[in-house]
């Protein structure tokens, strides 16, 4: 069959430096591109941001990257027999409707949506599939879409679709719901993500990504999917189903060879909802990289559970080419912890953080602010614990506070105000508590470059050198520059 995959937009909140705006690769649809084509489906892309990540038009409190609904249109071969949209990201939410109502009025053909099943940004098309319906999709693909899709593309004229996760309306206009059940265990069988079909060189052009970008090329990496822990204000317990698995060490180093070879690229960004579960995997993976002797820089980008290693792995993380990792502690109180059932050793980390200050390898570490129930003074004990990390060595951190994520434990606690999904962001405006929350934010980054400057000077006055040669080490400076070029691109 002819296929298209669409992209949606790249979107940020208007005055939110925390969360949006950033230029995600799309991982899950390169490898649903990928899987199609492998099953003999002529498969074309349109990437909504890739085609033009420079143009930005506002959309009342958001800004938009990327090509107009009408644009996208006019990039659809007209003999196409399916569409799918991935609806990566929460923010998205409000275009990826304009783009499904913009196809229904132009195409009579099916629409497929797909989730996107490993990344915290993300959302549960489990719970948001009615509107997705409403706005003219045929099909809801709840899941890791791979091999959803391509059973979904041959039993499209059946009369009953079995699909596993497939939630759309019979030929009666009767919804039919199939369970989820299924989560592929042999991750190394799935065919490398499909990037010869995206513009990821206009990506490259931008200067900046979702980790800190050191070199001009860069590529995603998910050696391994889902991730065990039952977070409350987190969505990929459900989109994940709390199932962690690895690809192999051989496998992984296969792809980044393919990629080294085909691009030249030498920077990977691992984007694993969790890469160091299995410690074992890691030290094969070190090995494996070591004995293939590859000169490359590897950043784990999205956070990991820090505590599952030790300092021999990191010792190891670091010869094969580590240099960036993200931790998790989500907040300094063990009582806060225990209500978002988010399982943390804070002596453990601090322990880990400064083995790799030592190593050479920049960390960064992640907070959640707000989140139900929490008091002042347990907001105090992570500002605490800020303060310890930064004297342990940490080279940076993110604050953000708590949005009920659709697909999450925290999106049923009842908590209102917000006009629609793409507002759930980590700046969320919407609650009654932000302003206050938002100035506790803004105070506790002011005191970790404080103790930064106390601590640890000469690393914070070689930051703004980052700036000005566009070769990051941490977030912070790189998220300073994607505003300034946000700047420039809406002025042009």
Known sequence: MNIVLINHNIVNQKGDFFGTGIPYLPLSLAYVAGALRAKGHNVAVVDAFGENPFKVRSEGKFNVQGLTPSEIIEKIPKNIEAIFIYAGQAVAHIIILQIIEEIKRTFSIPIIMLENTQAVTAYSLLKTYKEFLQKGADYVIVGEAEERSCLLLEQLSNSQITVDGLVYKNKEGKLVQNQKTFFNKELDNLPFPAWDLFPVSNY???????????????????????????????????????????????????????WQKTYGVTEFHIEDLNPTVNKERMKELAHEILTHKLDIILKIVSGTKIETVDEETLDLMYQCGFRYVSISPESGSVEVLKNMNKPFDHKRGLELVRHMHKLGVTTQACFVLGYPGETPKQLMMSRNYVRQLTKAGIDEVALFIMTPVPGSVAYDLGQSGYKNISELTFSPTWRSDYKTLNSFRWKTYALFFFWKLFWHPIKLFKQPFEFFTHHFTTKMMMTAYRIYKMKRFMKQ
């Open 204 to 258: 490259w052009k931008l200067g900046y990504a979702h980790g800190p970008l050191s070199t001009e090329k860069y590529m995603p990496l998910l050696t391994s999917r889902g991730c065990p822990y039952g977070c409350e204000f987190c969505v990929t317990p459900l989109t994940s189903g709390r199932r962690w698995r690895g690809r192999s060490a051989k496998n992984v180093v296969d792809e980044i060879e393919h």
